[in-house]
């Protein structure tokens, strides 16, 4: 994957706490920051919503009136 160069502040405590836990993971303090970034955009970046309705067609125009007629034997055990 393509990677950008970026910057970013941090406050002193919270980087002096990424390079102990760099340290303790053997992991690079850029791997965790991305790490992290990635975790926090997958979690709020918008769901894509799936949706099936209106995607198929049953051919019949009367099924919302007639539906004992279509559900016949459905759920019954044969």
Known sequence: MEKERTSILLDKDIMLQLKKLSKTTNKSTSFLIREAVSSYVAKKAPKKKISIIGIGSSGGSDIANDEDKYLKG?????
Do not use: A
């Open 74 to 78: 459905l759920g019954e055990d044969r």
